[in-house]
């Protein structure tokens, strides 16, 4: 297995479920701003002939250059395939620009297809991602592309905490599937709540409104992604306004981009829970068993 820099957590806890070795990367920028990735072995002969599993998010770098992340993906990929490999499996946890699936404005690029596009021009045998924001751009992959669910891990974890009278809320109308998926996973009858949510195209701008009752509720509210934590701030804030007890903040690609911690905790959240497909504090559910399942 090849550990990309963007999944140094995740991709060593998937090589240890499956009992294989694990390799990770090299990587540096040139001065003009070219990245450069050496994958970290002597002897190429180890993966020739070979079926290797590359595993890599492709969330934002320290930088936050998504780009970077996506460059050292295919870099790892032409080299694996240059050493000889009889076949690639690409673990993607967090596919970069899957939200740019649609079109609102005139002259708009529809990008998260040419993404998929871009790794089919490599070849590859096998693509596995997890929760992707459209599952339906995976029908752009050329090869097996499968789109795994983290509902049941993320519900596990709430459930650890022993919170009680529980209410899903879904920010916006987009992640009504997701929460509902996630209630069914915390328990019978979980009531799900959706505010709604209204961006400006142009300022990216929010606003939000919704009338429930929270009242002395566990609150957990769902997205798939947090990017700067603008959409999970305002809310908690309405949430808090109907009422509730508790608010935990759960995504599966907890980004947390700028202020967005601050931004959330302040508002009135008790716990933000992500995933390790980004390697960050949040991270507090591994996506390496479900993975590791798939690939066996």
């Known amino acids: 297995?090849?550990?990309?820099?963007?999944?140094?957590?995740?991709?060593?806890?998937?090589?240890?479920?499956?009992?294989?070795?694990?390799?990770?990367?090299?990587?540096?920028?040139?001065?003009?701003?070219?990245?450069?990735?050496?994958?970290?072995?002597?002897?190429?002969?180890?993966i020739a002939g070979k079926e290797v599993i590359i595993v890599q998010s492709t969330g934002p770098s320290a930088s936050a250059d998504q780009n970077a992340r996506l460059m050292e993906l295919f870099m790892m990929i032409d080299s694996i395939k240059r050493m000889g490999a009889a076949k690639i499996i690409a673990v993607i946890p967090y596919l970069a620009y899957a939200r740019q699936d649609k079109i609102f404005r005139p002259?708009?690029?529809?990008?998260?297809?040419?993404?998929?596009?871009?790794?089919?021009?490599?070849?590859?045998?096998?693509?596995?991602?997890?929760?992707?924001?459209?599952?339906?751009?995976?029908?752009?992959?050329?090869?097996?592309?499968?789109?795994?669910?983290?509902?049941k891990l993320l519900a596990d974890y709430i459930k650890s905490k022993e919170?009680?009278?529980?209410?899903?809320?879904?920010?916006?109308?987009?992640?009504?599937?997701?929460?509902?998926?996630?209630?069914?996973?915390?328990?019978?009858?979980?009531?799900?709540?959706?505010f709604e949510k209204v961006r400006d195209v142009k300022t990216g701008e929010?606003?939000?409104?919704?009338?429930?009752?929270?009242?002395?509720?566990?609150?957990?509210?769902?997205?798939?992604?947090?990017?700067?934590?603008?959409?999970?701030?305002?809310?908690?804030?309405?949430?808090?306004?109907?009422g509730a007890k508790k608010i935990y903040v759960v995504a599966t690609h907890a980004l947390m981009l700028e202020q967005a911690k601050f931004r959330i905790l302040k508002a009135g959240a008790d716990e933000i829970i992500g995933t390790d497909s980004i390697d960050n504090e949040v991270c507090k559910v591994s996506l390496a068993k479900i993975i590791a399942d798939y690939l066996k």
Do not use: W
């Open 1 to 46: 297995m090849i550990v990309g820099p963007a999944s140094q957590i995740l991709g060593v806890r998937i090589a240890q479920e499956l009992g294989i070795e694990s390799i990770n990367t090299e990587i540096k920028k040139f001065p003009d701003g070219e990245n450069y990735l050496r994958i970290n072995i002597e002897d190429e002969t180890l």
């Open 107 to 151: 002259g708009e690029s529809q990008f998260a297809n040419s993404i998929l596009h871009l790794i089919n021009n490599f070849n590859i045998d096998e693509l596995y991602s997890v929760d992707v924001h459209s599952p339906i751009i995976l029908n752009e992959c050329s090869c097996k592309a499968i789109n795994i669910d983290s509902m």
């Open 163 to 194: 919170a009680s009278d529980i209410v899903v809320v879904a920010p916006d109308k987009g992640a009504i599937e997701r929460s509902q998926a996630l209630a069914k996973h915390l328990g019978e009858n979980i009531p799900v709540e959706v």
């Open 206 to 242: 929010i606003k939000m409104s919704g009338i429930v009752n929270l009242r002395d509720k566990d609150v957990v509210i769902s997205d798939d992604i947090i990017a700067t934590g603008g959409t999970m701030a305002t809310a908690i804030n309405l949430a808090k306004a109907s």
